[in-house]
């Protein structure tokens, strides 16, 4: 084998250990953390079963969506999301809804507690676009109690994106989701009234 052959071969080797590098794989952070409650009857603020979380189908896929064009998605060529994204921002909201409301008050299926409440989630847009991510979600409570009334809505946020690497879109993601948190249970603490959420 001659010296060019050789160098010829070893640069097709790393051009296809190149093309067949896996993805790195992307796990949505936890929301930014909320202030500590000021109240010391926080452990008795309502109780809240989350239940369905659904995203648009297009961004509930392993690929990252990192922004689009018209209605053409772009999406990251080196990086995948490790979960899909409906299971993902259940699991953050849980935790930032239970950092708001109180440890241990939003409840798990099989938790044996009757909820105050439960929740459903459906997200009309969780989208990176130029510069900002949009979350648009609706949300309803429904009451576990006869006697307390059943609410939902809709909560509309836009929250800054650093750019357009799949790092900078989970960040974003995870702060929207934080913020939206925030507005469930602020709601929650109204229809079900226990304790203060966090701020």
């Not at 202030?35 to 509930?60: C, K, N, W």
């Not at 392993?62 to 899909?84: K, N, Q, Y």
């Not at 909201?93 to 708001?100: M, W």
Request: proline share 8%; with cysteine.
């Amino acid at each position: 084998m001659t010296v060019r052959t050789a160098i010829m071969t070893l640069g097709l080797l790393a051009l296809a250990a190149c093309a067949s590098a896996p993805p790195a794989l992307i796990a949505l952070p936890a929301a930014p953390s909320a202030a500590p409650s000021a109240s010391s009857d926080a452990a008795a603020g309502p109780t809240i079963l989350l239940r369905r979380v659904s995203v648009p189908g297009h961004l509930d896929g392993f690929p990252v969506v990192t922004g689009r064009r018209g209605e053409t998605l772009i999406v990251s060529a080196d990086a995948e999301w490790a979960e899909r994204l409906t299971d993902a921002a259940a699991r953050v909201l849980r935790d930032a809804l239970s950092q708001r409301l109180g440890p241990g008050r939003v409840l798990i299926e099989g938790d044996g507690r009757i909820p105050d409440a439960d929740l459903t989630i459906e997200f009309v847009a969780l989208d990176p676009l130029d510069g900002h991510l949009v979350l648009d979600a609706r949300w309803s409570f429904v009451a576990a109690a006869g006697e307390r009334s059943n609410h939902s809505g809709r909560t509309t946020l836009d929250v800054p994106l650093a750019s357009a690497q799949a790092s900078a879109v989970a960040a974003s993601t995870a702060q929207a989701l934080g913020e939206l948190a925030a507005t469930l249970a602020r709601e929650a603490a109204t229809l079900y009234p226990r304790a203060k959420p966090s701020p």
